[in-house]
Every structure is written in structure tokens, then in C-alpha cells.
């Protein structure tokens, strides 16, 4: 019995830590430089790409059973890095050297020195911590409850995709082929990504369904490190920025408590944007590659991100148009047709897309529902969120300075599209908080202190990245 649960525990990590080899030597095959951060970055992004590509395709392969179905993407996943292993021979020195990378040698610099090893200390024990929590912790979330892992645990125990309806359509419904829930339309990638190592496990396992949430912390603090490495010559500063990301309490406990969808579209969508922004800055069409990849997802882990897509729009307008002022008018233009279909009333049945409407009163799209229109004060909520819960230590400060900091710049002259890009996706996030909770039905769950915390979590760990690129020293490969 005790060798049959240690097989199982291997095949638990082999699930996860096989795809994140490939997928970062995969991505190491198209990053082929030494520049400072490579590694991290390859290892960061390897992971949320491989397990996004290999929970999505359990979907079309389960006609063939889950379990078989899980194997043959694991038999794929080996047969990816044994390609990506011939001709790649990365020696322990030259990974090590790719995390270190411009470690001072100076003795002037040995505070530096201090300072990052007691950086990497702290951020090594807090992971350690994370790691007994997810291990020792039962299914605790509510979400994960109601939601994502239900439908995960439905389908470990059956071997097989059973559909989940709508209740009215479950009633009438007397073969017990189908199941339902009250989120019975929320995306599943969440739940395909809770399943995938309780295939490898045999059976539904709890901790074996939160374990991928602790590996896409650590993705994250990856290629959250690698990014900052290739934006600023600083090796601490990096790391004193991830530090500050990983030492924000919420988004700890959406790794501890594992089983919400928060965390995964935190960062999708953080590494997304950090991928964006470095794309303007240098032109790497390998950054815009990735940043494409990650925004797919979006829509697919929670519905908020079919509405956060719209940030992209903007900000690419901004870069990619010359002359500004065609940029302004045109979202200019694009805002005035949203009033006039307020005032005037839309509505549109696309094919495929889905009912759009728009009025005075409610609005309707696509993926994301039906909102109630009017406007609600939610200041003391908005304010009480950023600057008076201890949920993200003085991170709302620091914003707002930063903010202040990047639109005096903007105001001064300095056109850098990676300042003007980074500013758009910053105000526009805001502004797309404060129209959800102030302008729609959705203001109860600001008040109630139920999703504001949640929803700005989604942007964090790039807000973070932006502050840094506000005060980090660029590299030499800025432009």
C-alpha cells in the first residue's frame, strides 16, 4: 500500500514538473541568448504555457477516457523535451550565471550583495511556508468549493468530461448524464488545470489538485524576475521588486489556500503585460509571441478576462499609431460611439459571438453576462481596498506615486512607448475597476468586501513591474 501511494506521488510531481520542462527548454530553444534573466524567464513562462496547453487539450483528447487521455499528452510532453534536449546542453554554471548574472564583484558593492542573498533568503522561506500550507491544508476556498474544484472532482471520480448545465435544464434532465452548479458557465481551464495531476494520482486528492496553484506562484516569481532582469541592469533591484510582489498578503493566501481562479489569471495576465511592455521597449516580436499566448487565456480562466482584452487595444494604438493624436482620436471616437449606443440603445445577435446590448439601463455581452447600469458611491470601499486593508502593504501608495511620477513625465515631453504603453494598461485597468464597481450592479460586491480585493489582484504583479520600470536603471538593451 505505502509503495503504491509513493508511485502515485511520483506520478503526481512527474505531471507537473515533466510539461514545466518542456515548455521551458521548449521556450529556451527560441531564447537561445545569454542575457541576464533568460533562465528565469524561460522557466516562468515554460510553466504556465506548458500546463494552459496540456489542460486545454484534455478537452478534445477525452474521447479517448481522461486517463488515457492525460498519458498520451504526458508521452507528448517527453517527446517535446527529448527533441528539445538534442543540441541543448546548458551547463549548471551557465543557469546559475543566467540568476546571478551581474553580481557585483566590486567591494564597494557588498551591501548589494547582502541584500540580494537575504532577498533570495527571505523569498526561499516564504515559498517553503506556501509549500506546507498547500500540502497540509484541505480544500478550504469557497469558490473552490462551489465552482472549480467540483467540477474537477466530478470529473476525476467518472474518468470522463461529463457536461455541466444549467439547473432548469438539469431538473429536466432524467438520465443523470448531466450535472449542474450555479457557475455552470464559468470557463473550465481552472478546473482542467485542478485535474490534471489527480489523473496522474489515480483519483481525486485534494492536495494533489491544489499543488499546480504553489507551482504557478513560483512560475510567476520566475518570470516576473527574468522579465525585471531584462529590463534593468540591477540584479537586486530585481529582486527587491519581486520581493515586494511575493510579500503581498493576499496574493499569498490565494496560494495557500489554493482552489481560487484568481491566481492564475493574476498571472496569465501580469506576465502577459510585462511580455507587452517589454515588446515596446525593444521590439522582441519573441515578448509579443508571449504576450499573445498568455492574453489567449484570459477569457478561458475567468470571465472578467474577456473584458481585461480590451486593455490591449489602447495600448497597442498608442505604440503602433506615429502620430498621436490619430491614437487619442481614435479611442477618442470608439468612447463617443459607446455614449451614443447609451443613449440611444444597441443591440446586436452575432452569430457564434452572442447577444450584444446596450442601454440606459443594463448591458449585456457576450462571456460576460448581463450588469445592471447605474451609479453607485463606492469610494469609501475603493479607498478602504488600496490604502487602509493590509492586503498589499503600501502597494496603493506606491501606485499612486508612481502614477503621478509617469504622467509628469508623460506631461514633460518624454514619449518612450514603453512609458506611454505601461501608463495606458495602468490607467485603463483602474478605469475598468471603477465603472465595474461604480457605474453597475456589481458595486455590492465592492461594498461587501466580496471581489474589489480580488478583481485588482488580476493586476498586481503587473503593477508591480511598472513601478519598476518607473525607477529601475534600464539595460543596455532599452531603446
Not at 416 to 445: K, M, Q, Y
Amino acid at each position: 500500500m505505502e509503495t503504491v501511494q509513493t508511485l502515485a506521488w511520483f506520478a503526481v510531481a512527474l505531471s507537473l514538473l515533466l510539461p514545466w520542462l518542456a515548455g521551458a527548454l521548449l521556450l529556451r530553444r527560441l531564447w537561445p541568448d545569454k542575457s541576464p534573466g533568460s533562465w528565469p524567464l524561460v522557466l516562468g513562462y515554460g510553466y504556465w504555457l506548458a500546463l494552459f496547453v496540456g489542460a486545454m487539450l484534455l478537452y478534445p483528447l477525452s474521447i479517448l477516457g481522461l486517463r488515457v487521455a492525460f498519458w498520451v499528452l504526458m508521452l507528448g510532453f517527453a517527446l517535446v523535451l527529448g527533441w528539445t534536449l538534442r543540441g541543448l546542453h546548458p551547463s549548471g554554471r551557465e543557469v546559475f550565471q543566467s540568476f546571478r548574472s551581474v553580481w557585483a564583484r566590486d567591494a564597494r558593492e557588498l551591501g548589494a550583495r547582502l541584500l540580494f542573498a537575504l532577498l533570495l533568503g527571505w523569498i526561499g522561506l516564504r515559498f517553503a511556508v506556501l509549500a506546507l500550507e498547500v500540502w497540509w491544508q484541505p480544500l478550504y476556498p469557497w469558490d473552490a468549493w462551489t465552482t472549480w474544484a467540483v467540477r474537477a472532482r466530478v470529473w476525476s471520480e467518472l474518468g470522463r468530461l461529463v457536461p455541466f448545465v444549467a439547473p432548469e435544464v438539469w431538473a429536466g434532465e432524467g438520465t443523470g448524464a448531466v450535472y449542474t452548479i450555479e457557475a455552470w458557465n464559468y470557463p473550465a481551464l481552472v478546473s482542467y488545470l485542478a485535474l490534471w495531476p489527480t489523473l496522474a494520482a489515480g483519483g481525486w486528492n485534494e492536495t494533489a489538485a491544489n499543488l499546480p496553484w504553489l507551482g504557478a506562484a513560483m512560475a510567476l516569481a520566475l518570470g516576473f524576475y527574468g522579465q525585471a532582469r531584462l529590463w534593468t541592469d540591477s540584479a537586486p533591484a530585481s529582486l527587491a521588486a519581486l520581493w515586494g510582489l511575493i510579500s503581498l498578503p493576499l496574493l499569498d493566501t490565494h496560494v495557500a489556500l489554493a482552489g481560487y481562479a484568481d491566481l492564475w489569471l493574476a498571472g496569465a495576465l501580469g506576465l502577459s503585460l510585462m511580455a507587452f511592455m517589454q515588446w515596446t521597449r525593444t521590439g522582441d516580436r519573441r515578448q509579443a509571441a508571449l504576450c499573445l499566448a498568455l492574453a489567449a487565456t484570459w477569457p478561458l480562466l475567468k470571465l472578467e478576462g474577456a473584458a481585461w482584452l480590451v486593455l490591449l487595444v489602447p495600448a497597442w494604438m498608442l505604440v503602433q499609431v506615429r502620430r498621436p493624436w490619430i491614437s487619442l482620436s481614435l479611442i477618442a471616437a470608439a468612447v463617443l460611439g459607446l455614449g451614443l449606443a447609451w443613449l440611444i440603445g444597441l443591440r446586436l445577435e452575432l452569430p457564434i459571438i452572442g447577444l450584444i446590448e446596450i442601454s440606459a439601463e443594463a448591458i449585456q455581452l457576450p462571456l460576460i453576462g448581463r450588469l445592471e447600469l447605474g451609479y453607485h458611491d463606492t469610494w469609501a470601499a475603493f479607498a478602504r481596498t488600496f490604502w487602509g486593508l493590509e492586503n498589499w502593504h503600501l502597494l496603493g501608495y506606491l501606485l499612486l506615486i508612481g502614477l503621478i511620477v509617469a504622467i509628469g513625465r508623460v506631461v514633460r515631453g518624454e514619449r518612450a512607448p514603453w512609458l506611454v504603453s505601461g501608463l495606458a494598461l495602468v490607467l485603463g485597468s483602474l478605469l475598468l475597476l471603477w465603472g465595474l464597481f461604480f457605474l453597475t450592479d456589481a458595486h455590492r460586491w465592492a461594498e461587501q468586501g466580496t471581489s474589489l480585493g480580488r478583481l485588482l489582484l488580476h493586476f498586481v504583479p503587473f503593477y508591480v513591474f511598472f513601478l519598476l520600470t518607473l525607477w529601475g536603471r534600464a539595460s543596455s538593451t532599452s531603446t
